[in-house]
């Protein structure tokens, strides 16, 4: 039985899909089987990947109208151990869909329930806003990692996207989990990010991953070339960064 982990925060620029994607490759790098899927209609994730958006001719988008099997949609990535269910505009079509759906939400739960049992892991990448396609992430998840930017307003929305995975388990999905908030975008030489890594673990506590993914160029070119970090540059901090994630999940997740 897989892990089914949500990478999800309201708040844009925080790192989501460079998480999402990396965190992937990470634990496809430990041998693990890994299913990546892409809920946000920019098709970020499917982009950085390594594949080309508009060219693919299945996506979540068949996956959450019913049209598709969830075998029919998964796309083979250049990483091995990787798959991939790939996301572009047409998504949010789906979303206008599922929103008139009383079982709206529950759409890919419904749809991964015989995936889970071919993959160790599946990530998935959330879009910066609750909407129909986080809640169908957050419904189908079994834990959510929080990206949090090092930065002034980190606390900035936290406690909507609190309030809403508590609403969540109590209406939807009762075994949802925090696996973790993770410190994203960290320069350990600036005061202010030190201020608010130190703010995040005082206002959560043991809720605060211990890997902090540090601020890194080679991080911010990978997406451009669609490659993972661990394939762009295995030896950069970000990469290092993204290994020692894996590394802590599977310990505190049993992936």
Do not use: W
């Amino acid at each position: 039985m897989s892990r089914i982990i949500a990478i999800a925060n309201q708040k844009g620029g925080v790192g989501k899909t460079t998480t999402s994607v990396n965190l992937a490759a990470a634990l496809a790098r430990m041998k693990k089987k890994v299913l990546l899927i892409d809920m946000d209609p920019q098709g970020n994730a499917t982009v950085a990947i390594g594949v080309d958006k508009d060219e693919i001719e299945v996506s979540a988008y068949d996956l959450l109208l019913g049209e598709l099997k969830t075998k029919d949609v998964i796309l083979p990535t250049e990483i091995e151990g990787l798959d991939l269910i790939g996301s572009n505009s047409e998504l949010t079509a789906a979303e206008v869909e599922l929103i008139e759906e009383s079982k709206g939400p529950k759409r890919l739960r419904k749809a991964l329930k015989k995936a889970v049992d071919h993959y160790d892991a599946i990530i998935i990448d959330c879009p910066p806003t609750l909407n129909m396609l986080t809640l169908n992430a957050l419904t189908a998840a079994d834990g959510i990692v929080v990206p949090v930017q090092c930065e002034f307003f980190a606390l900035e929305g936290l406690s909507a996207l609190m309030d809403t995975i508590e609403a969540v388990q109590q209406d939807l999905n009762s075994d949802l989990h925090i696996d973790g908030l993770l410190r994203t975008m960290h320069d350990r030489r600036n005061n202010l990010a030190n201020d608010v890594s130190n703010e995040l673990v005082a206002h959560f506590g043991m809720k605060v991953l211990q890997t902090i993914i540090p601020r890194n160029v080679r991080l911010a070119e990978a997406p451009s070339h669609g490659e993972s970090i661990l394939d762009y540059d295995i030896g950069s901090n970000g990469a290092i960064a993204y290994l020692a994630l894996a590394n802590e999940l599977i310990r505190k997740t049993k992936i």
